[in-house]
């Protein structure tokens, strides 16, 4: 699933095509739907082969790092189509796709929660310094 490749470019900061709207991108056996071009070409290929190091660079993910611009990217496959952009979906193409699928929701959801969390922890070291 060349959307998988996408979003890891976008959490990687990697170069996308340009937008374009495809009125018949099909997401899973069956169900097209107006989507933009994927990004194969300009950073899937890269994503795959042996100058980005795929497995250690998920592993050492810094997380803590994602900006809200990049969740911003990310929102029409994780949020928005998540009845097709899901572990269930693409898992039908391998269960490698959909470990790294479960990767990129995880990655996402600890970003809106340390959204929450961060505030307290700045409000606990302030308080933490004047003591």
């Keep these: 699933m060349k959307l998988v490749l996408d979003a890891i470019a976008i959490y990687f900061s990697l170069k996308l095509a340009p937008i374009a709207l495809i009125s ?4 899973a056996k069956g169900i097209t739907i107006p989507f933009w071009k994927n990004s194969y070409e300009e950073s899937g290929k890269f994503i795959l082969g042996p100058g980005f190091d795929f497995l250690k660079n998920l592993k050492g993910y810094d ?3 994602i900006n809200n611009e990049t969740i911003e990217l990310l929102e029409p496959l994780l949020s928005t189509g998540t009845e097709w952009f899901n572990e269930n979906t693409c898992g039908k193409v391998s269960k490698a796709i959909a470990a790294i699928c479960k990767w990129l929701y995880a990655v996402y959801e600890y970003h809106e929660k340390s959204q929450i969390v961060k505030p307290k922890k700045i ?8 003591l």
């Design 63 to 65: 997380k803590d790092s």
């Design 123 to 130: 409000k606990l070291a302030l308080e933490e310094a004047n």
């Design 24 to 27: 018949d991108l099909e997401v």
